[in-house]
C-alpha cells in the first residue's frame, strides 16, 4: 500500500520477503522501518501502528506488527503538515505513479494473495497553536503568497 511518491509520501510493502514501512517526508529526510526477516510462506496478518505525536508536522512512532507479534519499531522524527501529495494515488497491490522508496521500481507489483487490506484511523487533536498555523497558511494561499 503505497499514498504518495517520490515527493512525499508513505508505503508499506514486503521487500525481499521482508516487511517494510517507509516514509518519505518531501524527499528531504526519509524514515525507513523494517522487519529484520523474511516472512515464512503462508498467510500472514501485517499491521503498522503509526502512534502520531499530534499537532502539524510532529512525529510518530511506526510499529509493524506481523501475526500479533512486533517484528520493527522506528522513530519518525518529522511528518508532512498538509497534504500528502496532490498528483499520486492510494495504491494496493502495486504502486502505480513513481515510488515512495528509491528501495524499489515501479510497478512494484505484489505477487502474492491480498486476502483483505484495512484502515482505521483515529482522532490526533490539534493545538490552538496548530489552528492558527493552519488559518494562517489558508490565508497566504488564498492572498496568494
Do not use: C, W
Not at 2 to 17: A, H, V
Not at 92 to 108: A, K, M, N, Q, R
Request: no cysteine; aromatic share 8%.
Amino acid at each position: 500500500m503505497t499514498q504518495g511518491g517520490r515527493f512525499n509520501g508513505f508505503g508499506l510493502y514486503l521487500l525481499g520477503g521482508k516487511p517494510v514501512f517507509h516514509y518519505n517526508l518531501v524527499g528531504v529526510v526519509r524514515y525507513t522501518v523494517a522487519g529484520p526477516e523474511k516472512l515464512a510462506p503462508g498467510k500472514h496478518v501485517i499491521m503498522l501502528d503509526f502512534k502520531y505525536d499530534g499537532g502539524l508536522g510532529k512525529g510518530s512512532t511506526a510499529t509493524i506488527l506481523v501475526d500479533d507479534k512486533e517484528v520493527a519499531r522506528g522513530r519518525i522524527e518529522r511528518t508532512i503538515p498538509f497534504r500528502m501529495s496532490l498528483d499520486e494515488t492510494l495504491d494496493i497491490g502495486e504502486d502505480t505513479g513513481t515510488p515512495v522508496s528509491e528501495d524499489y521500481h515501479i510497478p512494484f507489483k505484489f505477487t502474492g494473495r491480498l486476502n483483505r487490506v484495512g484502515v482505521r484511523l483515529t482522532d490526533s487533536p490539534l493545538s490552538p497553536e496548530d489552528e492558527e498555523q493552519i488559518r494562517r497558511a489558508k490565508a497566504a494561499v488564498a492572498l496568494g503568497q
